[in-house]
């Protein structure tokens, strides 16, 4: 069957972060809407969770007019749904659905989920309930709109509608499920952008890669007490119609975890829409070092020159998946390196269990004076409800990474969301990212890797991992490991070789310090560069291969 006979009428995409800024997923689904409208010309709608009753999401734009036919039917039928547009580029519908209703029936719901197709909830616990509610409402909604909407004008033009349903994460398999049990015509994918128990291995200090042949999946959800996270996820991916993942390594958890390869990979794309230009980009920096440099000084107590080297790193906080530990290890062996003769501050952007703004440093930022003196626990940018047992600080404490004056190498743990109001920096990350002079994601596990490739975007040369699919297809690119003067510097990792790649981390730091101005020019333009091979026109191309097979195996 041709591309073009197979292009969908309807395309309707389930994610828990559909108009919800969560992680990556949310970039993926944001930045992608505007391509497949154009590429494909299918009706685009997202259905999200709707968290955001008592205030206002300024990600959502209500519009009572939109599908007006519908809403008075689906509200007729019990559904509490708002129907509008996503603030994102393209406009793309957006129903938020309130899921809190199907508590009511949740066992009911657990138990037909387990006759139809063998999912188990019987260890469910933590966030499963609010996903799996959701999931299912929003298959309730799609099958309405469906009804109300897709079949009626299928009517018309007397022909089936060719109609997309495209499920993000274990926290939609669900509802893809039901739907697909419900109408089978409609086509039904399955995306995984990290397995639950890949993750979950090498969240608890397992060695996830050394063994990775020798793993079971569900022997591995029941010692890690991950069952019906696991149980969802696999039997999605092996009953959808095209089931899919963000990269090859994740495939080869996929293969190896759930028993089943992914039909297509949906390498994550991105768009650079936001990135500032020209004259636009230079001001952003400089302010940007500015106000880091400004609370470094204020919480430090000390001057920071204008060549000071500033790194940064940031996403969820997963101590030993996001590679926070070895970065700080790296940093320590940075900061007993003779040869380091200019100051390398560094911030680790990756929210914790924020308590609020340290009001020390927020008196010393408002006042007119500078202090010679560090704050107490001068590794920290706000308060946390946890400081002593904080990962990352203790860590810090342990290694002696303690910002002595003495040192060169200053780290600064900022454990809030970046939003603009975080009550220190006040500006968004995305501001902030261009003062940035390099930037490491040393991961241990990641399926993709969004902060790598938004930091080549902005310009910013980075450090990353052959462990995480954005580093792989890097070195991709190349045909060989890429290296710092390619602009993104891909570190060979282990469950065995910590040692040489905290060193290797280490040394292409000191080597980024003795760099001149033209050099880190040329880097700075090569890393832009390899974030223009990544753009969402690049890569639609494997969301038409999904569409594609989804639509082929229905009509089989």
Not at 112 to 136: I, P, R, T
Not at 190 to 206: D, L, Q, V
Request: charged content about 25%; hydrophobic content about 40%.
């Amino acid at each position: 069957m041709s591309v073009k006979k197979a292009t969908p009428d309807h395309i309707i995409e389930v994610s828990w972060e559909v108009c919800n800024k969560v992680g990556g997923i949310y970039t993926v689904l944001s930045t992608r809407a505007k391509t497949i409208l154009t590429q494909t010309n299918a009706q685009l709608m997202f259905i999200g969770p709707d968290l955001w009753k008592e205030t206002e999401n300024p990600l959502f734009k209500e519009d009572k007019r939109l599908l007006a036919g519908w809403r008075k039917k689906a509200t007729e039928e019990g559904f509490e749904i708002r129907i509008g547009r996503w603030n994102i580029p393209g406009e793309p519908i957006a129903v938020l659905v309130d899921f809190t209703p199907y508590y009511n029936i949740k066992n009911e719901i657990y138990a037909e989920a387990w006759n139809l197709f063998g999912v188990d909830s019987l260890h469910a616990y933590g966030d499963y309930d609010e996903a799996s509610m959701f999931s299912y409402a929003a298959a309730r909604v799609a099958e309405s709109y469906y009804n109300h909407v897709i079949a009626k004008e299928a009517k018309k033009a007397s022909e089936a509608p060719k109609v997309i349903y495209q499920a993000h994460e274990w926290m939609t398999g669900l509802g893809a499920l039901f739907l697909k049990h419900w109408i089978p015509s409609i086509a039904t994918i399955f995306t995984t952008h990290a397995t639950s128990i890949g993750r979950s291995i090498a969240g608890n200090m397992k060695p996830l890669y050394d063994y990775m042949n020798g793993y079971n999946g569900d022997q591995m959800a029941s010692e890690l007490n991950m069952e019906s996270k696991h149980s969802i996820e696999k039997q999605s991916a092996h009953r959808v119609d095209c089931f899919t993942t963000v990269s090859e390594i994740t495939d080869r958890e996929c293969t190896q975890l759930l028993e089943k390869k992914a039909d297509v990979v949906l390498v994550n794309g991105f768009e650079d829409d936001f990135v500032p230009k020209g004259a636009a980009f230079t001001a952003k920096r400089k302010e940007a070092r500015r106000v880091m440099l400004n609370v470094a000084s204020h919480l430090l107590g000390q001057e920071f020159a204008d060549n000071t080297i500033i790194v940064s790193t940031g996403g969820r906080y997963e101590f030993r998946n996001k590679g926070i530990d070895i970065l700080l290890e790296s940093l320590k062996r940075l900061a007993n390196e003779p040869s380091l003769d200019r100051d390398v501050l560094a911030f680790i952007n990756v929210p914790a269990w924020v308590k609020g703004p340290r009001k020390d440093l927020q008196e010393r930022l408002e006042s007119p004076l500078r202090s010679v003196t560090p704050l107490e626990t001068s590794m920290i940018s706000h308060e946390l409800h946890n400081m002593d047992d904080d990962k990352a600080l203790s860590m810090m404490r342990a290694i002696g990474l303690d910002n002595n004056p003495n040192s060169r190498v200053k780290v600064i743990f900022v454990p809030c969301y970046l939003n603009g109001n975080d009550g220190i920096f006040n500006m968004p990350y995305y501001d902030l990212l261009p003062g940035d002079d390099l930037a490491v994601y040393p991961s241990y596990y990641e399926p993709w890797g969004y902060t790598p490739l938004e930091s080549v975007a902005f310009h910013v040369p980075t450090i990353t991992t052959d462990l995480a699919g954005f580093g792989l297809w890097t070195n991709s690119l190349k045909g060989e490991y890429s290296q710092l003067e390619d602009g993104v510097k891909v570190v060979h990792r282990t469950d065995s070789n910590w040692d040489d790649a905290a060193n290797e981390i280490k040394n292409t730091i000191l080597t980024f310090t003795k760099m001149d101005d033209k050099q880190v020019a040329d880097l700075r333009r090569r890393a832009a560069n390899i974030a223009k091979k990544a753009l969402w026109d690049k890569f639609v191309k494997y969301y038409l291969e999904a569409y594609e097979v989804a639509l082929s195996k229905v009509n089989e």
